[in-house]
Nanobody, 113 residues
């Protein structure tokens, strides 16, 4: 049974930091990419950061967010600094294999004073 367990979301003030984690288990295929997407109310889901080699970031988070992976633990992290209200969204963990992709259930990040 495939599980993607996300943690680390919550409420933070503007300028604050959060660290998201996503631990994947039960995936029998080799993992090519791991990353994060987000979806704000009324908007489409968008890529935030992907790690499949050289990390790729959305322009809106470059210089503020950092993605990292622990391949031994099949875990991906997203360090989010200098958070802004426009970063408020549900963040989804993504895992890509040669045969299919997997999504986490989503975790809420709210940036508000």
């Amino acid at each position: 049974q495939v599980q993607l367990v996300e943690s680390g979301g919550g409420l933070v003030q503007p300028g604050g930091s959060l660290r998201l984690s996503c631990a994947a288990s039960g995936i029998i295929f080799s993992i090519n990419t791991m990353g994060w997407y987000r979806q704000a109310p009324g908007k489409q889901r968008e890529m935030v950061a992907i790690s499949g080699g050289i990390p790729n970031y959305a322009d809106s988070v470059k210089g503020r967010f950092t993605i990292s992976r622990d391949n031994a633990k099949n875990t991906v992290y997203l360090q989010m600094n200098s958070l802004k209200p426009e970063d408020t969204a549900v963040y989804y963990c993504y895992v890509g294999t040669p045969f299919r992709s997997y999504w986490g259930q989503g975790i809420q990040v709210t940036v508000s004073s």
